[in-house]
């Protein structure tokens, strides 16, 4: 138990469907993050919010929404999405997006399969 | 831009065999490293990590790695597998740019371990 929830974890849904991912942290951290991890591929991180904002969006497409409520709780909104766009998704949090000597505490991940 | 690579992407290893996965990073500051574990179908797990001090750094379950700043290397070892040491391993550098920092990831090195 790292401190950090998603929800759900699992997720099937269709291209036309509209879905969100949650993630919760009750450890205090001020930063936040959503990673895609595919089969074979390096973890890819999406976005980045401190204090709430946005800081940085790595050139995802359109249809991955994310929303950052407050400190303790970040969602990723998705619709229309493709096949390949089925992955693990993992949430991470850590104090302070500009401290470099702090980890990150990552949730067990939301597996998502668009048929 | 920093950069991580781990070298093979597949290890097995006899248990109470020694685990010996490489990481070779590139910075051009000093960098802070970290090794994550991830079990199936979950989440990344801090292992160790090296912010200053002392080179060798201890870990959990028994793991510990070596920051070599001549040969940029922070490989991870284990002096005796266990079989429950079979999972993805990843190794990760923190880099900072003018606006903060974040963690880049390695592609991960997957340790089976054989009876």
């Known amino acids: 138990e790292t401190g950090v929830t998603q929800t759900p974890r699992h997720l099937v849904m269709g291209m036309t469907n509209k879905k969100s991912l949650k993630c919760e942290q009750h450890l205090g951290h001020n930063a936040m993050y959503w990673y895609k991890q595919s089969a074979k591929k390096p973890l890819e991180l999406m976005f980045v919010y401190n204090f709430k904002e946005q800081t940085e969006n790595n050139s995802v497409p359109s249809r991955f929404s994310p929303e950052c409520p407050n400190s303790s709780h970040l969602f990723l909104h998705l619709h229309t999405l493709q096949p390949e766009d089925s992955a693990l998704y993992l949430c991470?949090?850590?104090?302070?997006?500009?401290?470099?000597?702090?980890?990150?505490?990552f949730g067990q991940g939301t597996r998502l399969t668009v048929v | 831009a920093q950069s991580v690579t781990q070298l093979g992407s597949h290890v097995s290893v006899s248990e109470g065999a020694l685990v010996l996965l490489r990481c070779n990073y590139s910075?051009?500051?000093?960098?802070?490293l970290f090794w994550y574990v991830q079990y199936p179908n979950q989440g990344l797990q801090l292992l160790l990590k090296?912010?200053?001090?002392?080179?060798l750094v201890k870990g959990i379950n028994g793991f510990e790695a070596e920051f070599k700043k001549s040969e940029t290397s922070f490989h991870l070892t284990k002096p005796s597998a266990h079989m429950s040491d079979a999972a993805e391993y990843f190794c990760?550098?923190?880099?900072?740019?003018?606006?903060?920092?974040?963690?880049?990831f390695g592609s991960g090195t997957r340790l089976s371990i054989r009876p």
């Open positions: 090296y912010t200053t001090g002392a080179t």
């Open positions: 991470a949090s850590s104090q302070e997006r500009g401290q470099m000597n702090t980890e990150a505490f």
């Open positions: 990760a550098v923190s880099e900072s740019d003018s606006s903060a920092s974040k963690i880049i």
């Open positions: 910075s051009s500051v000093p960098p802070y």
